[in-house]
């Protein structure tokens, strides 16, 4: 057998190419809104949400009913909740999204014990990318449809409700709505991730793109395709080296993630430093 046939054995295998097909397809949605997440400091209100799915899930499984519409659902219950309770007392925001994830998680696990449920806990948990079916794809490729229809007709307004909510609002835009609607992506493309990555690897694909664009680049539009497509590069490549690496694929996803963001912040580090003595060299009577 040659190199290149080695190369090319993972694509002889449906399973593999309909793995890398819908981890592109979850990744990509996933990096818009991980932009926009990174810089309202939203990062544990996506952990909050992809936790919060999980008894949606167990009682979708209850009642008979798509997973898809009971993650969504208990993953707005959570946004909602979080958001009452902070306008209502005294505790602060990331304290009461703690407590809401935590104890909607905790539901889920009582749930999954009790009913006996013949899903793995593992595949809800970590995902079960490797076995999807066409189905699961179409799914998958509808949210990312929705989410990057939505993003790219209403990029600039979400902009500037994460710098500027007051902003925001003296322009006349509807910032409720976008508050909401910006949830509302955020679960909705973690109900597409929980066959691919699951619950608790999802929030790596949700902060992780846009983080590292963040380390990269200045300009926000810049930010939005970089983030794109470092995560369909990644995606990709992270479903394929998992072959020969004989590795769960998610997880391995989230380790080339986890090493691209390495990479960036000594990207990063070094320009800053460059840039730091480029300007001590111009101006060498400011450090005195």
Known sequence: MSWLDTLLMPFQFGFMVNAMVIAVLVTVPMALLSCFLVLKGWSLMGDAISHAVFPGVVIAYIVGIPYAIGAFIAGMFCAIATGFLKENSRIKQDTVMGIVYSGMFGVGLVLYVKIQSTVHLDHILF???LGVAWRDIGES????????GVIGLK??????HAF???????????TGLLHYGLLCLISLTIVGALKGAGIILAIALLIAPGA???LLTRRFSTMLLLSVALSALIAFFGVYLSFFLDSAPAPTIVLLFSIAFGVAFVISTRRTARQERAQDDAFPAARR
């Open 141 to 148: 490729a509808l949210i990312a449809l929705v989410t990057v």
């Open 164 to 174: 500027d909510p007051t902003q925001a609002r003296a322009v006349g835009l509807r």
């Open 155 to 160: 990029w600039k307004d979400f902009l500037l």
């Open 212 to 214: 590292i664009a963040f």
């Open 127 to 129: 995902g079960d990318i």
